[in-house]
């Protein structure tokens, strides 16, 4: 996955930033941190889990490889952290419910080590077709047994993959290059993509009873635990062979051990475990076996890729604000965000605008998109919307990454809609606040590509910067209120900088906007409010 969100974390990028390496991590990424500007780093692998909650408190960002465990209570702990980088794939060693509500981007590596891990599985079925494992063993003994480590040809055969993303699709790549027979089953790709990649899709009974190989690649979660399990194995071929070099738990362990005493199964390649170190792991025992400790991505490249890209991302991500392969928060194409950036700063500061003029709790969010803006995806700008309207509840603690669940957690409805048509502008953002007591609008827009605008607030249609002090009086539309207000403000030495102004009718209601150099001094709202035909006043700070 592909993120992007620069700029949004301005202020915090200022101080140095520390980074914890708690894993062994190839030297090029060491030197890629060594170089980087407002950053310092530590290297310390093989911590305790008690040893890493009492120092996790100092770092901004921690890489991990596979070894260190960051559950609940150590994300906890990381009172500084604002990003965790895993040099590799998996994230099973991180709770990232957790790190979300925390606002811990949490980013990978999904690409880097994806070759590596395809040729081990190539290498799993060569090795496991021809017994090599069993035979290397057996010569080292003294053993010369020709006859016993008969093997079967890939020419021809059935592979059948389980999950087609990118390592699947390496594996099926080099798998017709042995002409081998690719059938493949992802439930979350079309037919066409993955037929794109050369693979027969069927379904999974089908792949199941087809397959003299079947070699897993999805990720381990609620749905693929235990997916091949003994119903699975009760519908396949005899003598089928089993490859697991994706995640431990996708095959259940205990009912592959059944199927491979009971004959069903002559034989499984295992890169991965469901408890590892999987020492003592009956499954070892058994001579149609042959495994390696989680491997797959342990080549020199991979190693060195991984460190590189993880490297770069958290150096960005720490000084730039720039994420790159973000698990926890929407993806934005680099191509695209440069068109993005103006809107989501505008959803941002009109959130925020919602947010500041609503006096009782919101209870629902209508967020209407229209013109341009849709053809970029308005996923990113619906996040800062809910960035910029929790920030003054809930200040610095929400971010990009846990907006989404701390609207959640205030009961706050969300409601998305998009049109093409945009009527007078180019493309426009509109938001609505509900609560029991009260609903309030706002409305704004880019005047070329990049200057921000408010361009309705409730009723009235105005044309205002959303950024700055900003006086908001609503008043009753008779001559002498501006006035009156420019003078109090000018008595006490507060420039107005700009005026805007709006009012429903002749002698009806009318809102003045005065963007201030200054805050209002403590006692000047009440000082305003007890003006004659004033309303309301706020002061708002985008
Ligand atoms: P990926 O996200 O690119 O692909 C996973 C695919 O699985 C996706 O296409 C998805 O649609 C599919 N999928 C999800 N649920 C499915 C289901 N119920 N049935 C069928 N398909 C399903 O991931 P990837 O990079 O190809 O990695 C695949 C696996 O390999 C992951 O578990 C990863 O952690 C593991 N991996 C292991 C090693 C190793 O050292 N052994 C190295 C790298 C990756
Ligand atoms: C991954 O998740 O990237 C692989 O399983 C390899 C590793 O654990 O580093």
Redesign the pocket.
Known sequence: MKGDLSGLRGCEMEKIKKVLVSDPLSKKGLEILGRAKNLKYDIKPGLSPEELKNIIGEYDGIIIRSETKLKGDLIEAGKRLKVIGRA???LDNVDLPAATKKGIVVMNT?QE??I??AE?TIAMILSISRKIPQATASMKTGKWEKKKFMGVELYNKTLGL???????TIVADRARGLKMKVIG?????SKEVAEKKGVDVVSFEELVSRSDFISV?????D??RN?IDKNAFAKMKHGVIMIN???GGIISEKDLYDAIKGGKVAGAAL??FEKEPAIGNPLLELEEIISTP????ATEEAQENVAIAISHQIVDYLTLGEARNAVNMPAVSPDILPFLRPYLRLGEQLGSFLGQISNYAIEEVLIEFHGEVVEYGTKPITISVLKGLLTPFVGETVNFVNAPIMAKERGIRITESTSDEAEDFASLIALTARSKMEQNYIAGTLFGRKELRIVKLNDFFIEAIPEGYILLVNNYDKPGVIGNLGNVLGTRNINIATMQFGRDRMGGNAISLLHLDVPLPPGMVGEILRMPNIISVRLIQL
Request: proline share 8%; hydrophobic share 40%; aromatic share 6%.
């Open positions: 590799g794939i998996g999904p080590n994806a590596a891990a081990h389980v999950g087609l993303g990118v390592i699947g089953y992802d439930p979350y790709l690649h999805t990720p381990l979660t749905e693929t997916l070099c994706a995640r890169d991965v989680h491997l797959g991505a």
